[in-house]
T-cell receptor, first 115, second 116 residues
């Protein structure tokens, strides 16, 4: 069974540019969550999607957005990149429904560097 | 609102010695608790989880954790560590709410360094 796949693994962008990161969850998982990980802030929740609907959102500016497709694959987009957006972006998938949504399976992450 | 506190940012321990990584949480509703491990340049891997029932939970790689509701703690333990246990460990909490939904909140992590 394939794990959670995140692409690309590494990315270097310039300030002001925008970037799109992709996440393919485990087959059958309909919930996808995104986290930003930095040495200073730890894991910060960005948002969660379930069946193409955003059902929870963290405290990030509107430059951070996401979406989920009908096949459960998810993308997140960051516009007008800032140096502080440099981080490891982690995607996590979990099984359907609130009652059974007990644990995450994480991808290996996308390391974004903004220069 | 829910939160997780991992008081120890780094824990050095000699190989084959026991280790305890501390985690305290706060939540206004019933909780589900988790421990994850992250090896360098990788995502997080689920070690163990507490949902309900027995307060002693056993996970992978010989780790176990004990849920203590009165002390709002969920400390992770291993009786004898190995060099390969060197990694960062994250405690996480998810609030349970009938008919509702709560996001997962992670602690700031504890780096376990096993010394040969």
């Amino acid at each position: 069974k394939a794990g959670v796949t995140q692409t690309p693994r590494y990315l270097i962008k310039t300030r002001g540019q925008q970037v799109t990161l992709s996440c393919s969850p485990i087959s059958g998982h309909r919930s996808v969550s995104w986290y930003q990980q930095t040495p200073g802030q730890g894991l910060q929740f960005l948002f969660e999607y379930f069946s193409e609907t955003q059902r929870n959102k963290g405290n990030f500016p509107g430059r951070f957005s996401g979406r989920q497709f009908s096949n459960s694959r998810s993308e997140m987009n960051v516009s007008t990149l800032e140096l502080g957006d440099s981080a490891l972006y982690l995607c996590a998938s979990s099984v359907t429904g609130t009652a059974t949504n007990y644990g995450y399976t994480f991808g290996s992450g996308t390391r974004l560097t903004v220069v | 609102a829910q939160s997780v506190t991992q008081l120890d940012s780094q824990v050095p321990v000699f190989e084959e010695a026991p280790v305890e990584l501390r985690c305290n949480y706060s939540s206004s509703v019933s909780v589900y608790l988790f421990w994850y491990v992250q090896y360098p340049n990788q995502g997080l891997q689920l070690l163990l989880k507490y949902l309900s029932g027995s307060t002693l939970v056993k996970g992978i790689n010989g780790f176990e954790a004990e849920f203590n509701k009165s002390q709002t703690s969920f400390h992770l333990r291993k009786p004898s560590v190995h060099i390969s246990d060197t990694a960062e460990y994250f405690c996480a909490v998810r609030g349970g709410r009938s008919g509702g939904y709560q996001k997962v909140t992670f602690g700031t992590g504890t780096k376990l360094q096993v010394i040969p």
